[in-house]
């Protein structure tokens, strides 16, 4: 069975601060990990994937997330942010242990962006 | 593009009466999905299916059925609500493979008095 661990459910920012939303998966076969964002009222869509390669993944809006085999976490990160980045974050994981059309989800982070 | 259609966007209902969810995609995709999201719960998968003609349990099933009606539609039904499954609900859609990510409907937000 495969898990997604989010290590904060809010994390309350300045505007033009850094943020790091932490991710943590567990699986006994390899995976894919993605990155899902929700804005209020809205369905899930999809910010970065990693499905093989270089382990630094971006997105077009300034996020990215380094895939780490051996910590086993996927963690997002955007070096300036802006107001219109408030939303909740889900890491997902894919893939593995014969689950292979299945996303296993984290709980969520809530990004709150502040003047 | 309308991608994945979900309908109605909002809906009560009392303890006990049935309802169905619509979920439709125009990606010609394979596998199609709902979930219910609750708050600090992220989304939990109901019940899935893989192909058209397949349908399987998720981690939450109890109290539901689902119907995939074709290759675009795959139907959600609660046959008797409970306040318990208050909730909002997202179907989403992906080509077979496990590494294509899935796309999402807007949701349905369902409440049971």
């Known amino acids: 069975a495969q898990s997604v661990t989010q290590l904060d459910s809010q994390v309350p920012v300045f505007e033009e601060a850094p943020v790091e939303l932490r991710c943590n998966y567990s699986?006994?076969?390899?995976?894919?990990l993605f990155w899902y964002v929700q804005y209020p009222n809205q369905g899930l869509q999809l910010l970065l994937k990693?499905?093989?390669?270089?382990?630094l993944v971006k997105s077009i809006n300034g996020f990215e997330a380094e895939f780490n085999k051996s910590q086993t976490s996927f963690h997002l990160r955007k070096p300036s942010v802006h107001i219109s980045d408030t939303a909740e974050y889900f890491c997902?994981?894919?893939?593995?242990?014969?689950?292979?059309?299945?996303?296993?989800f984290g709980k969520g982070t809530l990004l709150t962006v502040n003047p | 593009n309308a991608g994945v259609t979900q309908t109605p966007k909002f809906q009560v209902l009392k303890t006990g009466q049935s309802m169905t969810l619509q979920c439709a995609q125009d990606?010609?995709?394979?596998?199609m999905y709902w979930y219910r999201q609750d708050p600090g719960m992220g989304l939990r998968l109901i019940y899935y299916?893989?192909?058209?003609?397949?349908?399987d349990k998720g981690e939450v099933p109890n109290g539901y059925n689902v119907s995939r009606l074709n290759k675009r539609e795959f139907s959600l039904r609660l046959e008797s609500a409970a306040p318990s499954q208050t909730s909002v609900y997202f179907c989403?859609?992906?080509?077979?493979?496990?590494?294509?990510?899935?796309?999402f409907g807007d949701g349905t937000r369902l409440s049971i008095l």
């Open positions: 989403a859609s992906t080509l077979r493979d496990s590494n294509q990510p899935q796309h």
């Open positions: 699986s006994s076969v390899s995976v894919y």
């Open positions: 990693y499905l093989s390669g270089s382990t």
């Open positions: 997902a994981v894919s893939g593995g242990g014969g689950s292979n059309y299945k996303l296993t």
């Open positions: 990606m010609n995709h394979n596998s």
């Open positions: 299916s893989a192909s058209e003609g397949t349908t």
